[in-house]
């Protein structure tokens, strides 16, 4: 993951989940078939913890994700370089997320950025329950796939996350709608990689 991705014929970018490994773990690919990053989560901790590579030879670190608490309900996630330093994190709402996902993300200053909103709750509940019908709830994931949209505090709409139809939810894409300002990429970018490790649990 890079901050020459401003160009747009990179986008979309498809973040799929490896099956039948023992780790929470995708690969994030442009639209060209380059991978951009290894993103791998370690299991048993009582915080999240995520390691971003480069690849998935996992020789180069970029990028860490950890939670500040081991509750997931209102739990903040910082986002820090190969270097050790700050450069933001974002926060799942959790009374608004019950019903649609909420998430906000702040700048390295701890400044409010940018806003990830589920586009139709509805979906979320559908998949829900059509989950629960035997047999026929294995395909929910070609049914029911929820968007997300990432937005500007003045609601421009800059990407847009959808979940693919696959089993598993094992695949998402991210479209660029407006092009990047000054550091809003790795933001945003860590921000869906977060957020698409904690939504996937729900189906």
């Known amino acids: 993951m890079s901050t020459d991705l401003l160009d747009n014929n990179y986008y979309p970018l498809e973040l799929k989940f490896k099956i039948g490994t023992i780790h929470n773990d995708f690969i994030a690919t442009d639209a060209l078939g380059n991978t951009r990053a290894y993103v791998k989560q370690k299991l048993f901790k009582l ?8 690849d998935d030879t996992q020789e180069h670190l970029k990028f860490e994700i950890k939670a ?10 910082s986002f820090t370089n190969a270097s050790g330093a700050q450069v933001g994190r974002v926060v799942r709402k959790g009374w608004k997320s019950l019903w649609k996902s909420h998430y906000i993300i702040f700048d390295e200053n701890d400044q409010t950025d940018l806003v ?10 559908w998949d829900g329950l059509f989950s629960e019908i035997p047999i026929a709830g294995m395909f929910a994931g070609y049914l029911f796939n929820p968007s997300y949209l990432v937005t500007r505090p003045d609601g421009t709409v800059l990407c847009i996350l ?5 089993f598993f939810g094992r695949k998402f894409s991210l ?3 407006t092009d990047f300002e000054q ?9 869906v990689m977060m957020m698409v490790l904690l939504e996937r649990r729900k189906g």
């Open 116 to 125: 990830i909103n589920e586009k139709n709750a509805w979906v979320k509940v």
């Open 162 to 166: 959808k979940k693919q139809a696959s």
């Open 183 to 191: 550091g809003e990429e790795d933001r945003v970018l860590l921000s």
């Open 68 to 77: 500040n608490k081991w509750l997931d309900f209102n739990t903040s996630y």
């Open 175 to 177: 479209s660029l709608e």
């Open 47 to 54: 915080k999240e913890h995520v390691k971003v590579f480069s």
